[in-house]
C-alpha cells in the first residue's frame, strides 16, 4: 500500500507521545512542508513552548520520530505518520521552530 505524501505548503500530521500514550496538550501550533521531492523533505515546525532540545531521533515501525525534551526529564515523542518509510536526517531547534530534514529510506 502506498501513501500519498503531502505538497509543498502542506500541513503535516505530527502524533504527540509521552511514555508510549498520545499526548492531548498543545505542544504543536502548526507543521509545513517547505520543501519535496522524490528522495528528501523538509518539514518546519512552530511550537507553543520555547526552551526545547531535540533529544534523539529514531522510527517506530517504519514511522520516523524525533524526541524532543521540553521540560528536564520530560521527553515527548513527534511521531510523522505521512512519511512512513522516510528516515530524519537532522532536526534542529531554535526557540519556537524546528526544522526536521526527512530522506526517502533506501530499500533492501
Not at 520543501?35 to 531521533?57: F, W
Not at 520520530?65 to 536526517?89: C, H, N, Y
Request: net charge positive; proline share 5%.
Amino acid at each position: 500500500m502506498r501513501t500519498s505524501l503531502p505538497r509543498r505548503g502542506a500541513d503535516v500530521k505530527v502524533v504527540l507521545r509521552v511514555a508510549g500514550r498520545e499526548l492531548n496538550r498543545k505542544l504543536v501550533h502548526c507543521a509545513r512542508v517547505v520543501e519535496i521531492g522524490p528522495r528528501v523533505a523538509a518539514v518546519t515546525i512552530d511550537l507553543t513552548e520555547k526552551r526545547m532540545e531535540v533529544a534523539a531521533t529514531g522510527s517506530d515501525e517504519y514511522v520516523p520520530l524525533v524526541d524532543i525534551d521540553a521540560r528536564p526529564g520530560a521527553i515527548t515523542e513527534l511521531l510523522f505518520p505521512q512519511f512512513k518509510g522516510w528516515d530524519v536526517w537532522c532536526a534542529h531547534v531554535q526557540k519556537y521552530h524546528l526544522a526536521i530534514c526527512f530522506i526517502k529510506r533506501e530499500r533492501s
